[in-house]
């Protein structure tokens, strides 16, 4: 008896052209490039250009993604948007991308889940494909958290970017093991208590405004490895894998700190981290694909590996996703 599985057949990335580093942060706001590094691990950081836009961002991740999976805009029946920062209230940014992609088939929407929103856009398209909505999906996680930010802040200011990634999925019949290539076992959890901790003070229902990033460092730190830990060892669980099978472990790349302390809480090995927020820092739901595709293009994932997805964000969201590529 087979089963379905999404497959993985190519990444994409995109990175506004402005790099904003830790020193020229230091010119902005009461900083220092080793206060930075020395509580992030963050050195630099991309911000989008005036009038470049989170659907700008997304079409070109995700143009290079069909680029890299070989397939033609119109083979896609599927669009999947993790952002917390579109373009407009409505409608989803994904229907931006969908139209300058020339496609006027299938659907396409957004996801607002935050950091999170790359697992639990991956996890949606999973279902879908997997139920027969759709035969080929573009994934996207896109941000321009610079539109958000409060730049005199120096608690979070010094923490985000703005980027963008996406994969192309696709369904295919598989054998229904873990040797199966394609996502094998997704996790998903919020818990809507701790909205304070890290939220957007604006709104259109509450304040008739975007607002700006609100974040209780230290709370959002302290949840954040048990969290973490909390799906990943679900996922492990599921598949009667450990992290010794692990072949990468690619989580959201919010804060070196917790990465390390999750890693080493899971027993996973620091040369299995793929690490990318030195020169991107925390990119929300677009850091997950812009890591992936920086270590598939750089030769590290290959065919056959064992890859584990994870992140933490606003809500709180959490959720960890295990495939094969």
Same mark, same amino acid.
């Given at each position: 008896m087979t089963v379905k599985?999404?497959?993985?057949?190519? *990444?994409?990335?995109?990175?506004?052209?402005?790099?904003?580093?830790?020193?020229?942060?230091?010119?902005m706001v009461d900083t220092s490039d080793e206060w930075i590094v020395q509580r992030t691990g963050i050195h630099a950081r991309h911000i989008a250009a005036e009038g470049e836009m989170t659907s700008h961002l997304a079409l070109a991740a995700a143009r290079n993604a069909l680029d890299a999976a070989g397939v033609s805009a119109d083979s896609i029946d599927m669009i999947i948007l993790a952002t917390a920062t579109p373009d407009n209230t409505f409608p989803a940014t994904a229907v931006t991308v969908q139209a300058e992609l020339g496609l006027t088939t299938g659907f396409a929407f957004d996801v607002h889940a935050v950091?999170?929103? !790359?697992?639990?856009?991956? *996890?949606t398209a999973d279902a879908?494909?997997?139920?027969?909505?759709?035969?080929?999906?573009?994934?996207?996680?896109?941000?321009? !958290?610079?539109?958000?930010?409060? %730049?005199?802040?120096r608690t979070t200011c010094v923490l985000f970017g703005d980027g963008a990634g996406a994969v192309v999925l696709e369904a295919v019949e598989a054998e229904g093991t873990n040797a199966d290539r394609g996502i094998?076992?997704?996790?998903?959890?919020?818990?809507?208590?701790?909205?304070?901790?890290? !939220?957007?003070?604006?709104?259109?229902?509450?304040?008739?405004?975007?607002?700006?990033?609100?974040?209780?460092?230290?709370?959002? !730190?302290?949840?954040?490895?048990?969290?973490i830990t909390d799906v990943v060892e679900d996922a492990f669980a599921a598949t009667g894998t450990s992290a010794e099978d692990l072949? %990468?472990?690619?989580?959201? &790349? #919010?804060?070196?700190?917790?990465? $390390?302390?999750?890693?080493?809480?899971?027993?996973? #090995?620091?040369?299995?981290?793929?690490?990318?927020?030195?020169? &991107?820092g925390n990119?929300?739901?677009?850091?997950?694909?812009?890591?992936? $595709? &920086?270590?598939?293009? $750089?030769?590290?994932?290959q065919p056959g590996h064992l890859v584990m997805l994870e992140a933490m964000g606003g809500g709180f969201t959490w959720g960890a996703s295990i495939l094969r590529w």
């Open positions: 599985r999404s497959v993985v057949l190519g *990444t994409g990335s995109y990175l506004p052209e402005r790099r904003l580093s830790n020193r020229d942060l230091a010119k950091c999170s929103g !790359f697992v639990y856009a991956m *996890t879908y494909l997997r139920g027969g909505l759709a035969k080929r999906a573009l994934v996207i996680g896109a941000e321009t !958290f610079s539109r958000i930010l409060d %730049w005199n802040d094998l076992s997704s996790h998903l959890r919020s818990d809507g208590r701790h909205k304070e901790k890290l !939220f957007v003070d604006g709104g259109p229902s509450s304040t008739q405004t975007v607002g700006h990033l609100r974040m209780q460092g230290r709370e959002v !730190f302290r949840h954040a490895v048990s969290m072949d %990468w472990f690619v989580p959201h &790349q #919010a804060n070196r700190r917790i990465i $390390d302390a999750s890693a080493k809480k899971l027993g996973i #090995a620091p040369e299995k981290l793929v690490i990318t927020l030195e020169e &991107q990119t929300s739901a677009a850091s997950i694909p812009l890591a992936l $595709d &920086q270590a598939v293009r $750089d030769g590290r994932i």
